[in-house]
T-cell receptor
Framework: SQTIHQWPATLVQPVGSPLSLECTVE??????LYWYRQAAGRGLQLLFY??????ISSEVPQNLSASRPQDRQFILSSKKLLLSDSGFYLC??????????FGPGTRLTVT | GQNIDQPTEMTATEGAIVQINCTYQ??????LFWYQQHAGEAPTFLSY????GLEEKGRFSSFLSRSKGYSYLLLKELQMKDSASYLC????????????FGAGTRLAVHP
């Protein structure tokens, strides 16, 4: 069966510090991968998606970036965090159908 | 562009029936998802409608009218554990299963 992991689960970082969030998927090959952000009380905003290694599409211009160094690894990064980057970050994958499966999420607080 | 509307909050009584509506406007519509999200947790899949009509799955049913840009999620025999946010999301064709989420409806079930 397929599983999706994210870490860390929670993170508190000062403004201006770098960020690296990691997502890995097990039990499937060549998944589509997605990064979402959910601000408090808001819906999910798609940040990035990837259809293959090294292929990243950005949905919203911002100070975040994403990379896919391996088939089942998706990384979200920032060189300098802003207060507005606080939120719940969710990684998801999809296969041959349209359903997306979400990881447990990372709660990021920028202070 | 895309627009997805859902009520922000709803309340209901344990054992009752509640209907959560979702209206959407999007180009290239392919299908509509409903996800359940408990506070602080990742969304979990409830249903996916592509064709017009009602899809029933246990206590939960989902309806879609493509011509009206309208869907609803029907929850029967409400339980306290059904207190959660319910997210409506539309998917468009394009090969990468992109989902556009509404802001979600927070449902509170009272005894």
């Amino acid at each position: 069966s397929q599983t999706i992991h994210q870490w860390p689960a929670t993170l508190v970082q000062p403004v201006g510090s770098p960020l690296s969030l990691e997502c890995t998927v097990e039990g499937t090959s060549n998944p589509n991968l997605y990064w979402y952000r959910q601000a408090a009380g808001r819906g999910l905003q798609l940040l990035f998606y990837s259809v293959g290694i090294g292929q990243i599409s950005s949905e919203v211009p911002q100070n975040l970036s994403a990379s896919r160094p391996q088939d089942r690894q998706f990384i979200l990064s920032s060189k300098k965090l802003l207060l507005s980057d606080s939120g719940f970050y969710l990684c998801a994958w999809s296969g041959g159908n349209y359903e997306q499966y979400f990881g447990p999420g990372t709660r990021l607080t920028v202070t | 562009g895309q627009n997805i509307d859902q009520p922000t909050e709803m309340t209901a009584t344990e054992g009752a029936i509640v209907q959560i509506n979702c209206t959407y406007q999007t180009s290239g519509f392919n299908g509509l998802f409903w996800y359940q999200q408990h506070a602080g947790e990742a969304p979990t899949f409830l249903s996916y409608n592509v064709l017009d009509g009602l899809e029933e799955k246990g206590r939960f049913s989902s309806f879609l009218s493509r011509s009206k840009g309208y869907s609803y999620l029907l929850l029967k025999e409400l339980q306290m554990k059904d207190s959660a946010s319910y997210l409506c999301a539309v998917t468009r064709g394009g090969g990468y299963n992109k989902l556009i989420f509404g802001a979600g409806t927070r449902l509170a079930v009272h005894p």
